[in-house]
């Protein structure tokens, strides 16, 4: 009998699994049942555990005993997910495609669409499987995901927007306790965005902060509470047919949330500081909309803080807080929160990071310093890189990242220990994402800037129009980026060149910051509450 002609498409109509021929390498065997033909191929893991040792085919004819070129087309069609998790367990052959970086990098770019340049950074040592599967699975979750706000956007609430990193509402910095002299914020209520006018004198002596005194405006008040009986009316506003839910945690601070973090690693635990002076720590797991589980504070103590707090970092079990108060308050998260340790500064704190038994803050009179949390006298070294308030930072084992109020960026070598350099823009940074070889980071006017990080040096690469005002907060990957602002929305992108806004989400007031983990983004906003979008379970 003639040998049968096989063709590509009868190949993908076919279910298939892993054998070995004793004559030659690993081959795919088909089953003689004539099925339905399905859209694309699909190999499934159930096909492993039940059909181990198959007969070779009648035919003799194998999808490995086609041109390699023709089975990584066919692996093109499955998800990046099977591509890296199914098919190594199908067989060794197979299992090849996935080690294929052409195959990735030509995936990659049909994801990120004709005329993007991707990744934006330098593409030596890019991992490009992670960049395409985060890509597919924030596709997945964002694409056409509708704004769902409850239509609170039309109440026209108008609460005193958080102006960046540093800024306050004119006059009050005293109110929040912190020890900076002035700073002054215009807010344009014309729609030209905001505008940031802050002065100050970190060498005058720290004013009073031992009076609490809180202010709330009656209309904000009075319409927070209706907003907070409307939440309590559904525990999502998301479609249920959505990949995401949508939920508000309850009432839990009494004015606007400064800063969010996502804590555990699992998306499972968040962090919330506000204007309040307290932190609260909520456990999103518990009941449809999560639940408050401690206010961090010392025993007898009234709130976490003296003062408006500011930003937020943790390592592991350590939390560690920041205020204008002028202190760093650590907090041992496998304690119930109980207080760890305090470090006391010299000026407001306005952003942090912690690595291990190291925490790092940039303050208002332009230090950026390093402190041991273990020892009695915890600070290390004090740095003196900017001329201005240094308002974010990031780092890793190698380097510090910062940005400051003087219109730079400086990069400093942890190991060498000196200032390796600094890049002047003609903006200052509010917010700083560090991941593999590209920094991403958002400005007072809103844009977006893209560095790369290659042989110690720091390369301006592009910046984009991404929103109308200050950008207040970037999460980058490989493969993923999400940015906010005080122009009140929250947009979610493919991180190419200009990046591809899959999605934009409309909020009621300014957001003020914003946390990502294990594909749940929170965010910090100016209406007193915690947002979060979760994977649907």
Not at 24 to 47: H, M, Q, V, W, Y
Not at 88 to 103: A, I, T
Not at 173 to 201: F, I, P, S, T, Y
Not at 364 to 374: A, C, E, G, P, V
Request: hydrophobic letters at 35%; glycine letters at 10%; proline letters at 5%.
């Amino acid at each position: 009998m003639s040998k049968p002609n096989v063709t590509l498409e009868d190949e993908e109509t076919k279910r298939c699994s892993a054998g070995t021929d004793s004559e030659g390498p690993p081959n795919f065997n088909c089953n003689d049942t004539p099925r339905a033909k399905p859209d694309r191929l699909k190999l499934e893991p159930s096909i492993i555990a039940t059909e181990t040792s198959p007969s070779p085919s009648s035919n003799g004819t194998s999808l490995l005993s086609l041109p390699w070129e023709i089975v990584t087309q066919i692996a093109s069609h499955l998800p990046a997910q099977c591509v890296i998790n199914v098919l190594p367990k199908v067989c060794q052959m197979l299992g090849r495609v996935g080690e294929d970086r052409l195959v990735w990098q030509v995936r990659a770019h049909k994801l990120s669409g004709p005329g993007a340049s991707f990744p934006v950074g330098p593409k030596e040592d890019f991992d490009w499987s992670t960049a395409c599967l985060e890509m597919e699975q924030l596709i997945g979750s964002w694409t056409g995901q509708e704004d769902q706000l409850d239509g609170r956007e039309e109440r026209g609430i108008l609460h005193e927007e958080l102006a960046g990193a540093v800024g306050g509402v004119n006059g009050e910095v005293q109110e929040a306790g912190g020890n900076v002299e002035e700073m002054q914020v215009d807010v344009d209520l014309n729609g030209d965005g905001m505008r940031v006018d802050m002065q100050g004198d970190s060498k005058e002596p720290p004013k009073n902060i031992g009076e609490r005194e809180e202010r709330v405006e009656d209309g904000a008040q009075n319409d927070s509470n209706s907003l907070q009986q409307l939440d309590s009316e559904g525990t999502s506003s998301s479609s249920s047919s959505s990949p995401l839910e949508r939920i508000i945690l309850p009432s839990g601070h009494i004015a606007d949330v400064n800063c969010v973090l996502l804590l555990g690693g699992e998306g499972a635990l968040c962090a919330s500081g506000s204007r309040d002076r307290n932190v609260n720590i909520w456990d999103l797991r518990q009941g449809p909309r999560g639940a408050l589980l401690h206010t961090l504070g010392a025993p007898g103590v009234i709130s976490t803080h003296r003062g408006w707090v500011w930003c937020l970092a943790s390592s592991g079990p350590l939390l560690a807080s920041g205020s204008f108060d002028s202190t760093i308050r650590l907090w041992d998260l496998e304690a119930e929160g109980a207080e760890q340790g305090l470090i006391k500064c010299k000026a407001a704190v306005l952003c942090l990071a912690c690595e291990r038994d190291t925490v790092l803050a940039g303050t208002h009179d332009q230090k950026l310093s390093i402190f041991d949390t273990r020892a009695a006298d915890p600070l290390v070294k004090s740095l003196h890189l900017h001329s201005d308030a240094v308002l974010c930072l990031t780092s890793n084992d190698n380097y510090i990242l910062s940005g400051s109020k003087d219109q730079t960026i400086a990069l400093f070598d942890r190991r060498a220990g000196k200032l390796l350099q600094k890049v002047q823009l003609n903006s200052y940074l509010l917010s700083l994402c560090y991941s593999g070889r590209e920094v991403w980071a958002g400005d007072n006017r809103g844009l977006v800037h893209t560095f790369s990080m290659h042989n110690s040096s720091l390369t301006p690469i592009s910046q984009f129009n991404i929103h109308t005002s200050l950008v207040t907060g970037v999460h980058y990957s490989p493969g993923t980026l999400y940015t906010c602002s005080s122009d009140r929305t929250i947009k979610i992108h493919l991180p190419c060149a200009p990046p591809k806004t899959l999605c934009t989400l409309h909020h009621q007031a300014g957001v003020n910051g914003l946390s990502f983990e294990a594909g749940t983004l929170a965010i910090a906003s100016g209406d007193m509450n915690v947002e979060v979008w979760r994977p649907r379970t």
